[in-house]
C-alpha cells in the first residue's frame, strides 16, 4: 500500500533543477507522428495531435522499467484483476492506494533515479543525457493513467504541490488523458486539483478548468468532484467573490446535483459570514435545483441552529421551494409556529401540520388518518376489514421481487402506521448492517410509520447505536422468535444450553439482551426508590440516590419528578416564613440542580416559587446565584443534545404541546438553544418577566435599606459584583443578566425602579412602617442614588438629575394624596418616624 499524496523527499539531485514558469520555457521541437500511430488512433475515431515536450527519436529504443516480477511470468497467472474501489467508501478520503492498481508500473513506484528521468520533461537535470524518448512520450503509453499515477506520486513526494504543478504542465502540453473510471482515476485527478487551488498561480486552476471543458467537449467525461471541490475550497477559505464566479463558471457542465449541492449547502450553512455576504444564498439562487427545502431546513434545525434555518427558509419559500415531506419538516414547523406565530405559514407548510390542531377533548375520537379512510371505504362497499398481519407484512418486506423501497412506500400507502417485529426483522435482514438499518429505520419515520414496542426492538436499536454490525448480525440471523425477548424466564433457561453446546455467538447475544433487559429493571428500581426516599423525607439518600442514576444514566419517569414537582409547590413557602422555611428552600434547590444535570427540565413555575422564597427571605447573595444560574442554564448548551436545552412540557407553547399530549412518560422536549430570549415562550422570560423585575426591585430595596449603608458613592468606584452597590444590587444583577443575553429593557427597569425613588425622595406620606425604616436608613442624596445606579449599570440608566428629580416631586405629590386617602379610609394616621424607630 502506497500513500496516495504524502509529501516525503527520497531523492536529491546533484544539480538544482530550475523550475521556471510556464511561458519561460524553452519551446521544444514537434516530431512528426508515424502512421502506424495514427491508424491506431484512427480506430477509435480520434486522431488527436500529441504533444511533447521532447524530440521523439528511436521509438522503440529504450526498454520500459526493468521489473524481474512483470517479466518473470505472465500477469495474468500471478496477479489478481484490480478491483473497483469500494463505492461506500470515499476514494478520495484515503490515503492510499493498492500497489497492484499500478499494474506493471509497481516495480517504477520504487525506483526513485528512473522515477527522477521520466519526470524531468524539460531535460534539464537527470534527463539532459537521457537517449530517447520518455515514457509519457510513447504512443503505446498515450492515456497510461497508472503510469501517470506513478509520475505523481513520485513529484508529489518529492516537491509536493509544486511536483504536482510540474506533472500537470507535462500533462497540459500532450492532452493524452481522460480516464476517469480507473480505480486510480479519483485520487489522480483530485491530487492535481487540490495542488491547484494550494499553488497560488491563478493559470493552474484555470488551466485545469480549461483541460476539465476538453475532456467534456471531446470525449464527453467529467473531472470528478470538480465543482465541489473547487466551491467548497472558495468558501472554506471565504473567498465569496471567487466562490460566486466559480459556481457560475462551473455549474452548466459541472453540477455535481442536487445531493452533492445540498451536501455543500449544509456544511456552510451555519457560518456567519458566510450567510452575512449572502454568498450561499448566491449559489442557490443560481442553481438549477429547487427542491432542497426537506434536505437543508431540517438538518439545520437538527443541529440546534434555528436561526439559520428559519433565515433559509424564508429564502427557499421566495422562491417557491416547498416542503415535499411532511414527516422531516414538522419539528421545525411546529417550533415555528409555536414560539413565532406571528410569522405565516405558506399552505404546503400548513398541510404538513394540518393534524396538529385537532383540539384535545376530542381525544376519544378515532384518528382520521388513511388506514381509517380505507377502512371507511371498504365498509361503503361492503369489503371486510383485515388488520395489519405481520407474518403477512415480514413475507411482503422480505421478497426480492421488489425493492424495499417499493415495499416501505406500499406499505405507507396503505395507511399502516406500525408494523411489528417481524417485519422489522424483515427489513433489517435485507440490509445486514447498522447504517443501512438506521437509514431504513429513518425512511419508516418520514412514512410516519412506528413499529410496536418490543425488547427485540430495544434490542436491535441499541445494536444499531453503537454500531455493532457483527451483534447486528448474530440478531438478524439467530432462529428466536422476536417475541422470545420479552420471555425473561425463557431467555434464562437459553442460556445454559447454549453454553453447553459451545455456540459462543448465540450464548453473547443472550447475554447482551438479558444487560439490556436488566437495565430496564435497574430503572424501574431506581425509580421506586427514589420514590419511597422523597416520601419518607431522607435527603441524604435521596441524594445519593440522584447521583448514582445521574452516573449510571438512569432516567427519572415522570410519575417521579411530577411528584417532586407537586411537593415544591406545597413545600415551599413565599410568605409567612418559619424556622424552617429557609432549609425547605435549600433542599429543594439541590434537589432541582441535580434533576437539571441529568436533563431532567425543571417547570419555570417552580423556579419562580424558588426565587420568591429566597428573594422574599433577604438571601440576596443565593438570590444572585441562582438568577445567575439560570441564565446560563437557558442560553448555553451543557445538556446531552448538543444545541438544544431541555424545556418542561408545560414551558412549551401549545402548537408544539398539542400533538404530544398522548406520548407516554413525556417530562419535554429539546428546543434550540438559539431562541431568542425576547420570545415570549422563552424559559427565561416565563421565569424573569417583568413582574418578576419589579418584585427583584421591591425585594432588593427592602433588604438592603432595612440597616443604614457607611459607604458612599465617591468611594464606590466601579465593582463588579451586584452586592457592592447596595440598594443598586438588582440594577447591576439585571446587568450582568442582560449581558448574559437575558431579554431586560432598560426601561422596564427604571419603570420598576421610579416607585422606589418615590417612597424615598418624593413623599413624607408613607402607608407601612418598612418604608419609614428604609427612608430613615437612607443616607445618599438623589444625586448620589443617581450615580450609584448609572454606576451599577454601567451607563447612563436614569434620565437627568432635573429631568429625574421634577418626575419624583411630580409622582410624589401624587402619591401623597393617594396614601393621604387611603390612611383617612382606613381611620388611621400617618407613622411618625420616631414610633418607626
Same mark, same amino acid.
Given at each position: 500500500m502506497r500513500l496516495a499524496t504524502r509529501p516525503f523527499r527520497d531523492v536529491k539531485f546533484h544539480h538544482p533543477v530550475l523550475d521556471w514558469p510556464l511561458h519561460l520555457r524553452p519551446r521544444c521541437s514537434q516530431a512528426s507522428i508515424g502512421y502506424i500511430g495514427l491508424q491506431k488512433r484512427l480506430k477509435d475515431g480520434r486522431a488527436i495531435r500529441a504533444y511533447s515536450v521532447s524530440t521523439?527519436?528511436?521509438?522503440?529504443?529504450?526498454?520500459?522499467?526493468?521489473?524481474?516480477?512483470?517479466?518473470?511470468?505472465?500477469?495474468?497467472?500471478?496477479r489478481q484483476p484490480a478491483q473497483p474501489p469500494d463505492p461506500n467508501q470515499d476514494p478520495i478520503r484515503s490515503l492510499t492506494?493498492?500497489?497492484?492498481?499500478?499494474?506493471? +508500473?509497481?516495480?517504477?513506484?520504487?525506483?526513485?533515479?528512473?522515477?527522477?528521468?521520466?519526470?524531468?520533461?524539460?531535460?534539464?537535470?537527470?534527463?539532459?543525457?537521457?537517449?530517447?524518448?520518455?515514457?509519457?512520450?510513447?504512443?503505446?503509453? @498515450?492515456? !497510461?493513467?497508472?503510469?501517470? /499515477?506513478?509520475?505523481?506520486?513520485?513529484?508529489?513526494?518529492?516537491?509536493?504541490?509544486?511536483?504536482?504543478?510540474?506533472?500537470?504542465k507535462a500533462l497540459w502540453g500532450r492532452k493524452s488523458l481522460y480516464d476517469v473510471d480507473s480505480p486510480l482515476a479519483p485520487v489522480f +485527478?483530485?491530487?492535481?486539483?487540490?495542488?491547484?487551488? @494550494?499553488?497560488? !498561480?491563478?493559470?493552474?486552476?484555470?488551466?485545469?478548468?480549461?483541460?476539465?471543458?476538453?475532456?467534456?467537449? &471531446?470525449?464527453?467525461? %467529467? +473531472?470528478?468532484?470538480?465543482?465541489?471541490?473547487?466551491?467548497?475550497?472558495?468558501?472554506? &477559505?471565504?473567498?465569496?467573490?471567487?466562490?460566486?464566479?466559480w459556481h457560475l463558471r462551473l455549474i452548466p457542465n459541472f453540477y455535481p446535483g442536487p445531493?452533492?449541492?445540498?451536501?455543500?449547502?449544509?456544511?456552510?450553512? /451555519?457560518?456567519?459570514?458566510?450567510? $452575512?455576504?449572502?454568498?450561499?444564498?448566491?449559489?442557490y439562487i443560481s442553481n438549477p435545483n429547487r427542491q432542497l427545502y426537506d434536505k437543508l431546513v431540517p438538518y439545520l434545525y437538527a443541529r440546534g441552529e434555528s436561526g439559520f434555518a428559519m433565515a433559509w427558509r424564508e429564502l427557499l419559500i421566495r422562491l417557491d421551494d416547498l416542503p415535499l415531506l411532511p414527516v422531516p419538516v414538522r419539528p421545525f414547523? $411546529?417550533?415555528?409556529?409555536?414560539?413565532?406565530?406571528?410569522?405565516?405559514?405558506?399552505?404546503?407548510?400548513?398541510?404538513a401540520i394540518s393534524n396538529d390542531d385537532n383540539p384535545a377533548e376530542d381525544g376519544d375520537l378515532p384518528t382520521v388518518s388513511r388506514e381509517f379512510i380505507n377502512r371507511v371505504h371498504g365498509g361503503t362497499f361492503g369489503i371486510s376489514v383485515k388488520n395489519y398481519n405481520d407474518g403477512l407484512g415480514a413475507k411482503w418486506l422480505a421478497s426480492s421481487w421488489i425493492s424495499l423501497d417499493t415495499a416501505i412506500s406500499t406499505i405507507a400507502a396503505l395507511g399502516i402506521e406500525k408494523i411489528g417485529p417481524l417485519s422489522l426483522q424483515a427489513i433489517a435482514l435485507r440490509e445486514m448492517n447498522a447504517q443501512g438499518v438506521s437509514k431504513r429505520l429513518d425512511q419508516l419515520q418520514n412514512h410516519g410509520i412506528s413499529v410496536v414496542g418490543s425488547n427485540y426492538l430495544r434490542l436491535l436499536l441499541q445494536f444499531v447505536k453503537i454500531q455493532d454490525d457483527e451483534l447486528l448480525f448474530d440478531l438478524l440471523q439467530s432462529d428466536f422468535h422476536p417475541d422470545v425477548f420479552d420471555d425473561l424466564p425463557l431467555l434464562a433457561q437459553l442460556i445454559e444450553p447454549t453454553i453447553a453446546s459451545g455456540d459462543w455467538r448465540t450464548y453473547r447475544l443472550l447475554l447482551a439482551a438479558r444487560v439490556l433487559i436488566t437495565q430496564k429493571t435497574a430503572r424501574e428500581t431506581a425509580n421506586a426508590m427514589l420514590r419511597a426516599c422523597f416520601l419518607n423525607r431522607n435527603q441524604q439518600a435521596l441524594f445519593r440516590t440522584l447521583d448514582d442514576m445521574r452516573a449510571m444514566e438512569i432516567g427519572i419517569d415522570l410519575a417521579q419528578a411530577d411528584l417532586i414537582f407537586q411537593n415544591l409547590y406545597a413545600d415551599v413557602r413565599v410568605h409567612k416564613f418559619d424556622s424552617d422555611s429557609l432549609k425547605t428552600t435549600a433542599f429543594y434547590l439541590s434537589v432541582c440542580r441535580r434533576l437539571v444535570s441529568m436533563d431532567i427540565p425543571v417547570p419555570a413555575a417552580c423556579w419562580k416559587q424558588l426565587i420568591t422564597s429566597i428573594g422574599r427571605q433577604g438571601r440576596l447573595d443565593d438570590l444572585e446565584r441562582l438568577c445567575i444560574e439560570l441564565t446560563s442554564l437557558y442560553t448555553s448548551s451543557r445538556s446531552s443534545r448538543p444545541g438544544f436545552i431541555p424545556v418542561h412540557i408545560d414551558d412549551i407553547p401549545p402548537p408544539? %404541546?398539542?400533538?404530544?399530549?398522548?406520548?407516554?412518560?413525556?417530562?419535554?422536549?429539546? =428546543?434550540?438553544e438559539d431562541l431568542p430570549t425576547i420570545a415570549a415562550w422563552h424559559p427565561l422570560r416565563l421565569i424573569i418577566n417583568t413582574d418578576m423585575v419589579g418584585s427583584l426591585v421591591r425585594w432588593t430595596f427592602r433588604a438592603t435599606l432595612s440597616q443604614p449603608w457607611n459607604v458612599r458613592p465617591a468611594a464606590l468606584g466601579h465593582q463588579g459584583r451586584p452586592r457592592d452597590f447596595y440598594?443598586?444590587?438588582?440594577?447591576?444583577?439585571?446587568?450582568?443578566?442582560?449581558?448574559?443575553?437575558?431579554?431586560?429593557?432598560?426601561?422596564? =427597569?427604571?419603570?420598576?425602579?421610579?416607585? $422606589?425613588?418615590?417612597?424615598?425622595?418624593?413623599?413624607?406620606?408613607? &402607608?407601612?412602617?418598612?418604608?419609614? $425604616?428604609?427612608?430613615?436608613?437612607?443616607i445618599l442624596s438623589l444625586a448620589e442614588m443617581k450615580t450609584l445606579l448609572d454606576q451599577a449599570w454601567g451607563d447612563e440608566f436614569l434620565p437627568p438629575l432635573e429631568e429625574l428629580r421634577a418626575e419624583i416631586e411630580k409622582r410624589g405629590r401624587e402619591k401623597t394624596q393617594e396614601n393621604i386617602r387611603y390612611l383617612r379610609q382606613m381611620g388611621k394616621s400617618t407613622p411618625q418616624l420616631r414610633h418607626v424607630l
Open positions: 521523439l527519436v528511436g521509438f522503440g529504443a529504450v526498454t520500459d522499467v526493468p521489473s524481474t516480477v512483470v517479466h518473470a511470468k505472465p500477469e495474468t497467472s500471478l492506494q493498492d500497489g497492484r492498481l499500478f499494474g506493471r +508500473w509497481v516495480a517504477l513506484l520504487s525506483d526513485s533515479s528512473r522515477l527522477a528521468v521520466e519526470t524531468d520533461f524539460a531535460r534539464e537535470g537527470p534527463a539532459k543525457s537521457w537517449q530517447g524518448p520518455l515514457l509519457a512520450d510513447k504512443l503505446e503509453h @498515450r492515456g !497510461d493513467l497508472a503510469l501517470w /499515477s506513478c509520475l505523481l506520486d513520485y513529484q508529489t513526494r518529492v516537491n509536493g504541490d509544486l511536483g504536482a504543478f510540474n506533472i500537470w +485527478w483530485q491530487t492535481i486539483l487540490e495542488a491547484a487551488l @494550494r499553488v497560488d !498561480d491563478r493559470r493552474f486552476l484555470h488551466g485545469v478548468y480549461l483541460y476539465s471543458e476538453w475532456m467534456n467537449e &471531446t470525449y464527453g467525461v %467529467k +473531472w470528478p468532484r470538480l465543482y465541489s471541490t473547487v466551491v467548497t475550497h472558495f468558501l472554506r &477559505t471565504h473567498q465569496h467573490r471567487q466562490a460566486i464566479q445531493d452533492a449541492f445540498a451536501d455543500i449547502l449544509k456544511r456552510f450553512a /451555519s457560518e456567519p459570514e458566510l450567510h $452575512r455576504a449572502s454568498t450561499l444564498q448566491s449559489l414547523l $411546529r417550533y415555528l409556529r409555536g414560539y413565532f406565530p406571528n410569522r405565516p405559514l405558506h399552505p404546503r407548510e400548513e398541510a408544539m %404541546k398539542q400533538p404530544l399530549l398522548g406520548v407516554e412518560n413525556l417530562l419535554g422536549v429539546y =428546543v434550540p440598594c443598586g444590587w438588582v440594577v447591576r444583577l439585571l446587568r450582568i443578566l442582560r449581558d448574559k443575553d437575558l431579554f431586560v429593557r432598560r426601561r422596564e =427597569v427604571v419603570a420598576a425602579l421610579m416607585p $422606589r425613588l418615590v417612597e424615598l425622595y418624593g413623599t413624607d406620606v408613607l &402607608t407601612k412602617r418598612e418604608l419609614q $425604616r428604609a427612608k430613615a436608613n437612607n
